[in-house]
T-cell receptor
Framework: SQTIHQWPATLVQPVGSPLSLECTVEGTSNPNLYWYRQAAGRGLQLLFYSVGIGQISSEVPQNLSASRPQDRQFILSSKKLLLSDSGFYLC?????????????FGPGTRLTVT | LAKTTQPISMDSYEGQEVNITCSHNNIATNDYITWYQQFPSQGPRFIIQGYKTKVTNEVASLFIPADRKSSTLSLPRVSLSDTAVYYCLGLPMNTGFQKLVFGTGTRLLVSP
């Protein structure tokens, strides 16, 4: 069966510090991968998606970046965090090439920028 | 992508049936109406999806009228553990990348 992992679960970082969040998927090949952010009391905002290794598309311009160094690994990074980067970060995957209407979400990382 | 409108919050009691209505006046021909559930501090979870008429699974039922301008998620005999945020989305049927647009959803609170 497929599983998705995210770490760390929680993170407190000072303004201006770097960020690296990691997401890995097991049990599937060539998944579509996604990064979402959810601010307190808000809906989910799609940040990045990837349909293959090294292929990254950005939905919202910001000081975050994403990379996909391996088929089932997705990394969210920042060189300098802002207070507005605080939120709940969710990684998700969907089936790559087959018809699919469902995304599977990870447990999330709660980031607090102080 | 279809814009959806749903109530901000709903309250219910254990054992009652809960119906959450979603409006999607501009839903596209190839959009499926899709519902996700999100518990606090967890990622959303797919619960049901349909195109027309009625769909039922072990979690919920989804009613979609012929004009597809609205849909109703029905949760039978809710329990405290059904307290969550429920999102209604219009999701195109296609392969490859899919962009999910989550609104603020409906916050359901189930009380004893």
């Amino acid at each position: 069966s497929q599983t998705i992992h995210q770490w760390p679960a929680t993170l407190v970082q000072p303004v201006g510090s770097p960020l690296s969040l990691e997401c890995t998927v097991e049990g599937t090949s060539n998944p579509n991968l996604y990064w979402y952010r959810q601010a307190a009391g808000r809906g989910l905002q799609l940040l990045f998606y990837s349909v293959g290794i090294g292929q990254i598309s950005s939905e919202v311009p910001q000081n975050l970046s994403a990379s996909r160094p391996q088929d089932r690994q997705f990394i969210l990074s920042s060189k300098k965090l802002l207070l507005s980067d605080s939120g709940f970060y969710l990684c998700a995957w969907s089936v790559g090439i087959q018809l699919s209407r469902e995304q599977y979400f990870g447990p999330g990382t709660r980031l607090t920028v102080t | 992508l279809a814009k959806t409108t749903q109530p901000i919050s709903m309250d219910s009691y254990e054992g009652q049936e809960v119906n959450i209505t979603c409006s999607h006046n501009n839903i596209a021909t190839n959009d499926y109406i899709t519902w996700y559930q999100q518990f606090p501090s967890q990622g959303p979870r797919f619960i049901i999806q349909g195109y027309k008429t009625k769909v039922t699974n072990e979690v919920a039922s989804l009613f979609i009228p012929a004009d597809r301008k609205s849909s109703t998620l029905s949760l039978p005999r809710v329990s405290l553990s059904d307290t969550a945020v429920y999102y209604c989305l219009g999701l195109p049927m296609n392969t490859g990348f899919q962009k999910l647009v989550f609104g603020t959803g409906t916050r359901l609170l189930v009380s004893p």
